[in-house]
């Protein structure tokens, strides 16, 4: 079936099949620019892991083009470098992805590559071992950064026992507890055609590429997929607090809580809420003028509560790096203008820059063919609808002042939050 869709400027048609397997195929023919971006997303990732080998996801997709059964990791580059053409792969706490980009004449070959890390990776010994002793270097390396750090308490403290709770990468004694093994069962429960999303945008005509998504796509497996039951996190009462000290010059601070999921109906009045308070790149929003323009007191300052929304609910999040001396001044700061944006009606010119900003802003997300690819498959899971393009300046530009004093009463709290800074030992301010 063809679904009219729209984005800024111009418009498109999305053709949405379902194979015999069970795989959900979403097609669109963009002859604009001459290369097709091949997205296919296994909807699994780090949120379906068990706690003790976390990181199992991110090993797994990282692991997806280091050998098949069919081809080593060095067939594998050499394929895609021949076509000049480029591959893949990703993963996040819902989903993990395989994508490739080639010119028309190669989407064949693109089409089976994509296919076969999919389907038939077989996860080398000898790069695990490899991929063990990267990811150990890597949360080695972040655990010197104090704002990864603090973020990292944040979250802690923010979600308790829900994966959410713990980093995408995993733990030092969850990656080495990961086996090959587990990497086969976490690819055997979840990589099933039926669990699964390919998005195609480019230059193709869609009765010529059919049979090779067919070809390439229709073996894979079907299967019962067992999601586990993740209870939803719970909005805390009182607050939680904590300080890391660190041999570094700044302190790093995160204050919040709990925010809301992707398919939240207020989403819309809270990214121009978010757009006000927090600010988007080149928008002078309130923390940042107030805390860094106007107090000195930051390089970097932020907030959001819709950046993180997603199947769980994200997270409120305000950010300040400051100097240690004024570390009390600065959560003050965050939280005074988290009062004001409660108590007080936004300005009228403040409304209209937050939108003019939104949807002047929101054609760059579909500059590309890999970004309608990406774009394809969010609105499937999210359920956004393809004429989410066509609908979004509607949905912001109907945000009015009313709705940003509702939702920022509603959804953002100065009582019962969450603090976690990460500074100096000898931070006295706090």
């Known amino acids: 079936m063809k679904t009219p ?23 669109v023919e963009n002859p604009v620019i001459p290369a097709l971006a091949i997205n296919a997303t296994v909807l699994a990732g780090a949120r379906h892991e068990p706690e ?3 990181g199992l996801a991110i090993m797994a997709s990282n692991l997806l083009d280091e050998g098949t059964k069919t081809r080593s990791s060095l067939d594998i580059a050499e394929a895609i470098e021949s076509t000049g053409g480029h591959l893949e792969t990703d993963a996040s706490f819902e989903r993990i992805v395989a994508a490739a980009t080639v010119l028309r004449q190669d989407v064949d070959l693109g089409l089976e590559l994509v296919a076969d890390l999919l389907v038939n990776p077989i996860f080398p010994e000898e790069y695990i071992a490899k991929e063990k002793s990267r990811t150990l270097a890597e949360i080695a390396s972040a655990k010197d950064r104090p704002q990864v750090v603090a973020g990292w308490a944040f979250n802690e403290l923010l979600y308790g026992t829900h994966p959410l709770h713990r980093p995408a990468q995993g733990y030092p004694e969850s990656i080495e507890r990961i086996t090959r093994q587990d990497l086969l069962r976490f690819h055997n429960d979840f990589f099933a055609a039926n669990n699964a999303i390919l998005s195609i945008v480019g230059d193709f005509r869609i009765s010529e590429i059919l049979p090779l998504v067919e070809q390439r796509f229709g073996s894979w ?32 601070v995160y204050l919040g809580h709990l925010g809301i999921e992707r398919s939240n109906p207020d989403f819309y009045a809270l990214q121009v809420l978010d757009t006000i308070l927090g600010g988007g790149a080149g928008f002078t929003a309130r923390i940042p003028q107030r805390l860094r323009d106007e107090l000195g007191l930051a390089y970097t300052t ?63 997300a579909f500059e590309s063919s890999s970004q309608i690819a990406r774009f394809l498959t969010q609105a499937t899971v999210y359920e956004l609808g393809f004429d989410y393009g066509e609908k979004y300046p509607r949905l912001i530009r109907s945000v009015t002042a ?29």
Do not use: C, W
């Open 402 to 430: 009313d709705d940003i004093a509702r939702v920022a009463h509603q959804y953002l709290d100065t009582v019962n939050y969450t603090l976690a800074v990460a500074g100096p030992d000898d931070d006295k301010e706090r």
């Open 52 to 54: 003790e080998i976390a």
């Open 221 to 252: 497996p079907t299967r019962p997929v067992a999601l586990p039951s993740i209870p939803k996190p719970v909005r805390q009462t009182g607050r939680r607090e904590k300080f890391i000290p660190m041999p570094v010059q700044q302190a790093h």
């Open 302 to 364: 932020f907030a959001s509560i819709t950046s993180t929304a997603g199947l769980d609910p994200g997270r409120f999040v305000a950010y300040i790096g400051t100097s240690p001396e004024n570390t009390r001044l600065a959560i003050d700061g965050l939280l005074n203008e988290i009062r004001r944006i409660v108590a007080e009606p936004v300005l009228p010119e403040e409304l209209q820059d937050a939108k003019d900003f939104l949807t002047g802003s929101f054609v760059f």
């Open 5 to 27: 869709d729209t984005e800024i400027g111009r418009s498109f048609d999305v053709e949405s099949r379902v194979l015999a397997n069970g795989l959900t195929i979403l097609l």
